[in-house]
Structure formats: structure tokens, C-alpha cells
């Protein structure tokens, strides 16, 4: 499956983006999406995942700011951020797979949260 991802960008801390990832086939039968990011000098870390039944996982820095959902019909993914800050600054990647979700990555989306 390919991956597209979309929607990064400037943002002011405090403020929000979504990201967007469109599969290029169907996604309902993919075991597991998630959202990685990497930042300069940092290890890559899982943002947040979701399964095919919809379960949601977050890692504890994004936890009640960021929200994952995915919609089958347009076989696209999102990330909603809020509340965003500088240390949210990095490339974001959507991945799909098993667990973790790292078998197919797409090219990332810069974030950069900088007043």
C-alpha cells in the first residue's frame, strides 16, 4: 500500500493542524495505521495508532491533545493536533501495518510549531 500524507505546515504554539494520509487501496483490512514522527537529533516515536476495529493508542506526550481517526470510505487516516507545541516540532510519518504499524511508511510532513 502507498502512503500519502498531508497538512503540515507553521504553526503558532497553541495552535492545530491535521494531518491527512491517503492509502492507496482499501484500508479497512489493515491490521493497524499510525502516525510517527521524528524529530532533529531525537529517536522516532509513535505518535498514535489505530486498528482496523478502531481502537486508539497514543503515546503519553500527545495524549488529550492529539486525536486519531480514519474514515474506510475515502481510505484516509487523520491526526488532529491541538494545542501543539515546539517540542511537537518534526516530521510526521503515516504507517500501516501489524504492530507496530511499520511495515509501509510514507514520505513524512514537516510540523513546525514556532512563534
Known amino acids: 500500500v502507498q502512503l500519502q500524507a498531508s497538512g503540515g505546515g507553521l504553526v503558532q504554539p497553541g495552535g492545530s493542524l491535521r494531518l491527512s494520509c491517503a492509502a492507496s487501496?482499501?484500508?479497512?483490512?489493515?491490521?493497524?495505521m499510525g502516525w510517527y514522527r521524528q524529530a532533529p537529533g531525537k529517536q522516532r516515536e509513535l505518535v498514535a495508532s489505530i486498528t482496523s476495529g478502531g481502537s486508539t493508542n497514543y503515546a503519553g506526550s500527545v495524549k488529550g491533545r492529539f486525536t486519531i481517526s480514519k474514515d474506510n470510505a475515502k481510505n484516509t487516516i487523520y491526526l488532529q493536533m491541538n494545542s501543539l507545541k515546539p517540542e511537537d516540532t518534526a516530521v510526521y510519518y503515516c504507517?500501516?501495518?501489524?504492530?507496530?504499524?511499520?511495515?509501509?511508511w510514507g514520505p513524512g510532513t514537516q510540523v513546525t510549531v514556532s512563534s
Open positions: 504507517t500501516a501495518g501489524s504492530w507496530p504499524p511499520s511495515t509501509f
Open positions: 487501496r482499501s484500508i479497512f483490512t489493515i491490521n493497524v
